[in-house]
């Protein structure tokens, strides 16, 4: 037998193989299309452009928000022949309201550096002393390998 748990907003379903082995009678609603709560793509059945799609990751809100949105609606209902050609004034508009902002959208070599920066590890004196360690150990190594094996050249010539 199933049994049930709230957990917060969770809820928590426990089945067993019995709860299993019969087909499920459960009927699934038809989605309404016209819902404005119901997610869909950046554009709307209508041609609109869904303002709250999840893929314009914020940029339609924040201090640049009417910026992006003007920019992003002209390129969109754009008609020349080169898309957007006619939007370069929202763009560059949108762009300088984002460099007012360089905390919440730095630019892409600024995110680049950021990462090279933290991609990169820096040697601990640690590892240093690894490294000396090792390196005076194949010195004394080769050092060792000369003194131990006789010149085969001069052997033979005898």
């Not at 999840?54 to 924040?62: E, F, H, I, T, V």
């Not at 590890?121 to 060792?144: C, I, L, M």
């Amino acid at each position: 037998m199933s049994s049930v748990r709230e957990e917060g907003k969770d809820r928590i379903i426990f089945v067993t193989k019995e709860d299993h082995a019969s087909p499920s009678s459960a009927e699934l609603v038809e989605e309404d299309p016209n819902d404005p709560y119901e997610e869909r793509g950046l554009i709307l059945p209508s041609g609109e452009i869904n303002w709250n799609c999840p893929c314009l990751g914020g940029m339609a809100s924040g201090p640049c928000g009417t910026e992006f949105k003007d920019a992003f609606s002209c390129f969109h209902y754009s008609k020349e022949d080169v898309k957007g050609s006619d939007c370069l004034e929202n763009f560059r508009a949108m762009q300088e309201c984002m460099q007012r902002y360089p905390e919440l959208y730095p630019q892409e070599d600024e995110k680049e550096q950021e990462q090279e920066q933290s991609s990169e590890t820096k040697p601990t004196s640690q590892d240093s002393a690894s490294a000396e360690t090792s390196g005076a150990n194949s010195s004394d190594t080769k050092e060792d390998s000369d003194t131990t094996h006789p010149n085969t050249e001069a052997s033979g010539e005898s």
